[in-house]
């Protein structure tokens, strides 16, 4: 009875206080005074996919499905349940990436605090470990085909390849690893 007399009343007591929200950038005369907001908005939207990223470029999917094919192989539906699965293999990544969190801390965040470096050197710096790690876990094959899809010629040098061919490759190469070690740690459990 409570749970309809808040939904028939519910429309009658918001009604009352009714405010409104209104969003704009307003008019400019310089376009400087634009830059900050854009600035914001771009740094919004990196923050709110960063999560993705960062999972999608260090090993926690391979150790995931790794951890699912050994939940599987035991026997167990839910235990331990996914929430237990994915804090492990989310503090196993970071166990593992210590050695590239920490160069990229060293050579990319600590300056650009420090203000030694500017915003763009700091990207690049913070890009050059994680590109190091990824480069050395795809596999050719992978890569090779992301190439030949995009129609992008191979560059010379391995630091050359852009990450936006290397993030998927090594997104596919992560897959295919954890499905090998799953099998390899499932296919016991069914003799």
């Not at 908005?41 to 709110?48: Q, R």
């Not at 995931?64 to 699965?85: C, E, H, K």
């Amino acid at each position: 009875i409570s749970t309809l007399f808040l939904f028939l009343f519910s429309s009658a007591l918001f009604a009352q206080n009714k405010t409104t929200l209104e969003l704009g950038l307003g008019d400019f005369d310089n376009p400087a005074q634009v830059v900050p907001m854009v600035k914001i908005v771009l740094i919004l939207t990196i923050l709110s996919i960063a999560p993705s990223i960062l999972l999608m470029m260090t090993s926690f999917t391979r150790i995931l499905i790794v951890l699912s094919f050994v939940r599987q192989a035991l026997g167990t539906q839910t235990m331990p349940p996914n929430q237990i699965l994915i804090g492990l293999a989310m503090f196993l990544s970071f166990f593992t990436m210590h050695p590239i969190f920490s160069m990229i801390k060293e050579k990319a965040v600590d300056p650009y605090i420090a203000g030694n470096i500017l915003q763009e050197k700091a990207l690049e710096e913070l890009s050059k470990p994680l590109h190091m790690f990824m480069l050395k876990e795809t596999r050719k094959d992978d890569l090779a085909l992301f190439f030949e899809i995009s129609k992008t010629s191979r560059p010379e040098k391995p630091e050359d390849v852009p990450l936006t061919l290397l993030m998927p490759a090594f997104m596919i190469s992560e897959l295919k690893t954890a499905f090998q070690i799953g099998f390899i740690i499932y296919v016991p459990f069914l003799v």
